[in-house]
């Protein structure tokens, strides 16, 4: 069975501290990993995708990676501040159809100012 | 401004009344999907749509339907709510030839 599990589910931090969040997924046959976040009342916005044939993906103060082998993919925030406050979330996309993606229930960061 | 639209946001209703959740995207994309979020449980597909007249179940189709008239609409129906279809309800859609899926900002539906 295709799982996708997060941890922590929550997280408090100190503004200006570099973080990580981490995904794992069961299944290595992953076709592309998302991670999203996701704000009260506004829907999921999305990070950064990794295709399976990447190792890392970079926008501003984040950098995904994805490694395959051992099932995980972590998000790393430089530098955190108090807007990047939210629920992440990643995702994994596997071959089919049904483009769906297997969620995990998401890291709930809070950054202290 | 590209983007996925739900209406209504929020909507409480009782057993049994049938209701429909509007999804709207400008994107012209083919692929569209429902999920629903519940704690603990992530977000799980309900439905989804490769294109116009293209439908299939998800995961957790039961008690739901849906239909692709248009490309740009792709609506929820709950013909008869019960109170185990409280949740957050996420629309989403993909363009061909794409990757990435965008989201709409969600309906929270409870059934009383």
């Known amino acids: 069975k295709q799982e996708v599990t997060q941890i922590p589910a929550a997280l408090s931090v100190p503004e200006g501290e570099n973080l990580v969040l981490n995904c794992s997924f069961t299944d290595s046959a992953i076709y592309n990993l998302q991670w999203f976040r996701q704000d009260p009342g506004k829907g999921l916005t999305s990070l950064l995708l990794i295709q399976s044939s990447q190792r890392e993906q970079t926008s501003g103060r984040l950098n995904a990676s994805l490694d395959k082998s051992s099932g995980r993919s972590t998000l790393y925030i430089a530098a955190s501040q108090p807007g990047d406050s939210a629920t992440y979330l990643c995702a994994g996309r596997y071959g089919g159809a049904t483009n769906k993606l297997i969620f995990g229930t998401g890291t709930l960061l809070a950054v202290q100012p | 401004e590209a983007q996925v639209t739900q209406n209504p946001r929020y909507l409480i209703t009782v057993t049994g009344k049938k209701l429909t959740v509007t999804c709207s995207q400008n994107m012209n994309h083919e692929y569209m999907s429902w999920y629903r979020q519940d704690p603990g449980l992530g977000l799980r597909q309900i439905y989804y749509s490769m294109n116009v007249e293209v439908t299939d179940k998800g995961d957790v189709p039961e008690g739901y339907k849906v239909s692709r008239k248009e490309k740009r609409n792709f609506p929820l129906i709950l013909e008869s709510p019960s109170p185990n279809q409280t949740s957050l309800y996420f629309c989403?859609?993909?363009?061909?030839?794409?990757?990435?899926?965008?989201f709409g900002p969600g309906t929270r539906l409870t059934v009383l």
């Open positions: 989403a859609s993909m363009g061909s030839g794409s990757d990435t899926q965008y």
